[in-house]
């Protein structure tokens, strides 16, 4: 038997702090892909908005506080991000959100059949090709983070009060 046993209900091994180095490498990452989109023409709205639901579809509910959080200083509003999961039922979104969010989750369900023909060619008839390679960058690294968040099982607690950040906007 291990000296330390990891217990699988109370406490779990913060990745982010137990390899620092590797974390920050993610970081560096992260930094890197969003100066692309920024330098692609990817708004900060249309870029939260594939978080999001990439966050969503993979059920980390960290990435999904944090990036919503981004998001309403974005502008989203709770309309926006509760028709996040039927946006295809929902006539918010426009052509190039609803491109994003298609992409999105080929890039959340790639084991299935990777980015198909069809998703590539609908995707690519709305964004440039350099809008698309930023946006498939931002997937690969929020997919990463949301992995590390839902190993570490990091937390979500109630909030007593609004986000600061939804708080000064108001």
């Known amino acids: 038997m291990r000296e330390q046993a990891l217990e699988s209900t109370q406490h779990r091994v913060h990745l982010s702090r137990a390899a620092r180095p590797a974390y920050d490498a993610l970081e560096t990452f992260s930094k890197t892909v969003a100066a692309l989109a920024v330098d692609a023409g990817i708004d900060e709205r249309l ?23 981004r998001g309403v200083k974005a502008g989203l509003t709770a309309d926006d991000v509760g028709q996040i999961a ?5 006539s918010i979104f426009t052509e190039r959100e609803r491109a994003a969010l298609e992409l999105t989750e080929a890039h959340v369900f790639i084991h299935e059949e990777g980015v198909s023909d069809e998703v590539y ?28 968040a839902i190993a570490g099982r990091y937390p979500v607690l109630p909030r007593r009060s609004a986000p600061k950040a939804a708080a000064d906007d108001a």
Do not use: M, P
């Not at 594939?50 to 919503?68: D, E, K, M």
């Not at 039927?86 to 929902?90: A, D, I, P, T, Y």
């Open 121 to 148: 060619d609908r995707v690519g008839g709305i964004l440039s090709e350099e809008e698309y390679v930023a946006l498939s960058w931002l997937l690969v690294s929020i997919n990463a983070f949301n992995r590390v």
């Open 86 to 90: 039927v946006w295809r039922e929902s």
């Open 47 to 69: 870029k939260e908005l594939s978080l999001i639901h990439a966050s969503q579809l993979n059920g980390c509910a960290y990435c999904v506080r944090l990036h919503t959080d």
